[in-house]
């Protein structure tokens, strides 16, 4: 599975320590919501960069002219277990709302201003998953359609079927992977059959700027 020809790969793992890092960052936050957007937490900013633990494996997939633009915070566990059907991520979040052509339209999420930018924005940006705990075929993996990000934006209505022509590949991880994807790949998740905790933080990273006063939220 490589990124360039099915849009998904697994790469290196992150440290035990690094682990415990974003497990610190993190244990305060809510615990009974599918996804949390995270924005100005120092310790896990800091190793994003691309010359940080996580960034630096960003940097070796696909350079170090990408940079952190938006992180959620997901925490599966036996209390909190939701399933999330086939679809593309299609919004970015910025600082504030502008009006430039080609976004639109715009939405609130979690307070912060989202966006839906050109697809050829979209295209251009990765998005990496950091596994705190395993992830078994029992543990509601990340689903992915292999090759879908080749596709553009897909109508709804067609989602289906790019899933059966494509086929579905499932993203297992021990505690530390970190999976690399197209950001555009659609993709899914089920609810867990054996819930253990499931925590990922994902993050979306992108090589461009924004125009014309539009400015990413970052991490």
């Known amino acids: 599975m490589s990124l360039l020809e099915h849009g998904a790969q697994h790469c290196s793992k992150v440290d035990s320590g690094h682990l415990r890092m974003i497990s610190d960052a993190t244990e305060s936050l809510p615990q009974n919501k599918p996804g949390i957007r995270l924005h100005g937490i120092d310790a896990i900013r800091g190793s994003l960069s691309h010359d940080g633990t996580i960034g630096k494996v960003v940097a070796d997939a696909v350079g170090d002219q990408f940079r952190p633009v938006r992180a959620i915070f997901f925490d599966k566990s036996q209390d909190t277990n939701w399933n999330l059907g086939w679809h593309q991520d299609r919004t970015i979040c910025v600082k504030e709302k502008r009006e430039v052509e080609g976004f639109g339209p715009w939405t609130i999420k979690a307070g912060m201003p989202h966006v839906a930018p050109p697809f050829e924005l979209l295209s251009r940006m990765v998005t990496i998953r950091v596994h ?26 067609q989602i289906d079927s790019i899933v059966s022509e494509c086929g579905v ?6 505690a530390g992977d970190i999976w690399i994807y197209s950001t555009p790949i659609l993709h899914a998740s089920d609810k867990a059959i054996d819930p253990n905790r499931r925590r990922v933080l994902q993050v979306d990273f992108s090589p461009d700027s924004l125009p014309e006063g539009l400015n990413w939220m970052g991490v």
Do not use: E
């Open 132 to 157: 705190l705990d395993d992830v078994s075929a029992s543990n509601a993996p990340l689903l992915i359609a292999p090759r879908s990000h080749k596709k553009g934006l897909v109508p709804v209505d």
């Open 169 to 174: 590949f499932a993203c297992f991880a021990q």
